[in-house]
């Protein structure tokens, strides 16, 4: 069997991404477009090369040193790995490998590690350095690429300080498929050795444990991870597919049950419009449970854990515990902050909300569900104009982003802006929604504005079965209605139903300050 030739496919994807690639029809072109590219390769290298031996570069110490003085705290993001595959079907395995790399970092003690989802908002980006890094507000910069052909894998990296555009670390690594579990665990090893630094004792562990996982099930983790990071219906069946394969073929692999979570959870969240969530929701949890029985140091499997306590249980001090035991076990996992942030501030406490939201935001800057969560926490606080910035800014982000949408036109309207909040229920299109929430709250807004689709909004609540009574005693008690409110919440507390948001949902205030309050929520 010849021998692949990674240079000349890596020097392909080079003249990909700049867009002058050529295309070689015949067979004899094919030939000839390899052995240019393998040549371009090598004389690239040797230009390269020549660059980084005619001046000395600096030493990665002193350059965490200044960063540290300059900035008070370590940070660092993992651009999304370039894809120079011949075969555009292999991006997953680069995006995969982005994923884990970034897994993998996230565990630096005393560093701070941006999120995958916003490094992936500079895929291709024409961007400088040094504007990428200001704007996630990170001082370092890793980027790289990786070529995959048939069991050949080349993996090049480089670590770069963004402000002085000055490269501390750079790498090269060929290896056959087989030894890529062992090369991702080396090149973690390399940059945290690089930046002085050392990776979590647990983790350190665990990529001596990942080594021994077949290569084929990492390979389908990949797959899944890539499946679960498009968020449709149609991708989380698929991640599903995948993640219950790995763990199939390797029932001692805790990272796929906490993939399996994931997707299963997603799947019963309302926003994905998916089925039987309950059923989704006791999948996910028996998923992470698994994962923690594996390995009870993954912080991810925790925070799976937490969100199906607090979002199917609604088991505050479950969650909480999960929460916590996930960000001490890593501090860098965006999701947990985000979730335990929505925790604290349904249960009023608002300034260690507020720390976590916000932490979320600076660990994932351009995800639109953390600035979501933001909002959130802002509206509860009763803080409405923080939390319109912070809404609009996730719908900046991701347009369509349904709950955005209705903290949003909630926090308009509290403000006392129902035309402003009618504006954004408009671009939603709230009445052709079959989302009850998005119904509800534009429907109030348009109560307040006196706006006649009131009538209408309100005739689909009561048309809807089973019908939403949590909402309809929402609206009634934010258009003043509150006699059929109380009667509605008080048939809800008797079936053991009342709404989870009546404690601390603005548009409840009304209810709250009425003396039959207390005689509702008395145990």
């Given at each position: 069997?010849p021998e692949?030739d990674l240079?000349g496919?890596?020097?392909?994807g080079?003249?990909?991404k700049?867009?002058?690639?050529?295309?070689?029809?015949?067979?004899?072109g094919r030939?000839?477009?390899q052995?240019?590219g393998?040549?371009?390769?090598?004389v690239?290298?040797?230009?390269?090369l020549q660059r980084?031996?005619?001046?000395?570069?600096?030493?990665?110490?002193?350059?965490?040193?200044?960063v540290a003085?300059?900035?008070?705290?370590?940070?660092?993001?993992?651009l999304?790995?370039d894809?120079?595959?011949?075969?555009?079907d292999d991006?997953?395995?680069a995006?995969?490998?982005?994923?884990?790399?970034?897994?993998?970092?996230a565990?630096?003690e005393?560093?701070?590690?941006?999120?995958r989802?916003?490094?992936?908002?500079y895929?291709d980006?024409k961007k400088?350095?040094?504007?990428i890094?200001?704007?996630?507000?990170?001082?370092?910069?890793?980027?790289g690429?990786?070529?995959?052909?048939?069991?050949?894998?080349?993996v090049?990296?480089q670590?770069?300080d963004?402000?002085l555009?000055?490269h501390?670390?750079?790498?090269?690594?060929?290896r056959?498929?087989?030894?890529v579990?062992a090369?991702q665990?080396?090149?973690?090893?390399e940059?945290a050795r690089?930046l002085?630094?050392?990776?979590?004792?647990?983790?350190e562990a665990?990529?001596k444990?990942?080594?021994e996982i077949?290569p084929?099930?990492f390979d389908?983790?990949?797959?899944?991870?890539?499946?679960w990071?498009?968020?449709?219906?149609?991708s989380?069946?698929?991640?599903v597919?995948?993640?219950s394969?790995?763990v199939r073929?390797?029932?001692s692999?805790?990272?796929?049950?906490?993939?399996?979570?994931?997707?299963?959870?997603?799947?019963?969240?309302?926003?994905t419009?998916m089925?039987?969530?309950?059923?989704q929701?006791?999948r996910a949890?028996a998923?992470?449970?698994?994962?923690?029985r594996?390995?009870?140091?993954?912080?991810e499997?925790?925070?799976a854990?937490?969100?199906?306590?607090f979002?199917g249980?609604r088991?505050a001090?479950?969650?909480?515990?999960s929460f916590?035991?996930?960000i001490?076990?890593?501090p860098?996992?965006?999701?947990?902050?985000?979730?335990?942030?929505?925790?604290?501030?349904?249960?009023?406490?608002?300034?260690e909300?507020?720390?976590?939201?916000d932490?979320a935001?600076?660990?994932d800057?351009?995800e639109?569900?953390m600035?979501?969560?933001?909002?959130l926490v802002?509206?509860?606080?009763?803080?409405?104009?923080?939390?319109?910035?912070?809404e609009?800014?996730a719908?900046?982000?991701?347009p369509?982003?349904?709950?955005?949408?209705?903290?949003?036109v909630k926090a308009l309207?509290?403000?006392?802006?129902?035309?402003a909040?009618?504006a954004?229920c408009?671009?939603a299109d709230?009445?052709?929604t079959?989302?009850?929430?998005?119904?509800?709250?534009?429907?109030?807004?348009?109560?307040?504005?006196?706006?006649?689709?009131?009538?209408q909004a309100l005739g689909?609540l009561?048309?809807?079965r089973?019908?939403?009574e949590?909402?309809l005693a929402q609206?009634f008690?934010?258009t003043d209605?509150?006699?059929?409110?109380?009667?509605?919440?008080?048939?809800?507390?008797?079936s053991?139903?009342l709404?989870p948001?009546?404690?601390?949902?603005?548009l409840f205030?009304?209810?709250?300050?009425?003396?039959?309050?207390a005689?509702?929520v008395?145990?």
């Open positions: 069997m692949i240079d496919l890596e020097s392909s080079k003249k990909k700049d867009k002058e690639r050529h295309v070689w029809i015949s067979f004899f030939i000839v477009a052995i240019v393998a040549i371009a390769s090598v690239l290298g040797i230009i390269v980084y031996q005619d001046r000395e570069a600096p030493a990665p110490a002193q350059a965490v040193e200044r003085r300059a900035h008070g705290q370590k940070t660092l993001a993992v999304p790995l894809n120079f595959s011949a075969n555009p991006a997953y395995f995006d995969g490998m982005t994923e884990v790399l970034i897994a993998d970092l565990q630096l005393g560093w701070k590690v941006i999120s989802t916003s490094a992936e908002a895929r980006s400088a350095l040094r504007q890094a200001q704007e996630l507000n990170v001082d370092l910069i890793v980027e690429s990786v070529t995959k052909a048939g069991d050949r894998v080349r090049v990296v670590l770069i963004a402000d555009d000055e501390l670390f750079a790498r090269s690594y060929d056959t498929f087989k030894d579990l090369l665990s080396e090149l973690a090893q940059i690089s002085q630094a050392a990776l979590a004792p647990a983790h665990r990529l444990r990942r080594e077949d084929a099930v389908l983790y990949l797959r899944g991870r890539h499946a990071n498009l968020r449709t219906p149609e989380l069946q698929t991640a597919t995948f993640f394969e790995a073929r390797e029932p692999y805790a990272l796929a049950y906490v993939g399996l979570a994931d997707a299963y959870s997603m799947s019963g969240s309302p926003s419009g089925a039987d969530a309950k059923a929701m006791a949890r998923a992470a449970e698994q994962a923690l594996l390995d009870d140091q993954l912080a499997a925790h925070t854990l937490g969100g199906v306590q979002f249980d088991d001090a479950a969650a909480e515990r916590n035991r996930a001490t076990l890593n860098n996992y965006p999701v947990a902050h985000e979730w335990y942030a929505v925790l604290l501030s349904e249960r009023g406490r608002d300034s909300a507020r720390r976590h939201a932490t935001v600076s660990l800057p351009m639109a569900t600035h979501q969560a933001l909002g802002h509206y509860y606080a009763q803080r409405f104009g923080d939390a319109v910035e912070a609009r800014r719908l900046e982000i991701r369509q982003l349904p709950f955005a949408r209705i903290v949003l309207v509290m403000s006392g802006d129902p035309a909040a009618i954004a408009d671009a709230a009445l052709s079959d989302q009850t929430d998005l119904l509800l709250t534009c429907g109030i807004a348009f109560n307040r504005h006196g706006d006649g689709r009131s009538v689909r009561q048309s809807i089973p019908l939403p949590p909402a609206w008690a934010a209605d509150l006699g059929r409110a109380f009667d509605l919440l008080t048939r809800l507390r008797a053991g139903n709404p948001n009546l404690a601390f949902d603005p205030t009304a209810l709250r300050a009425d003396a039959r309050y005689k509702l008395a145990d």
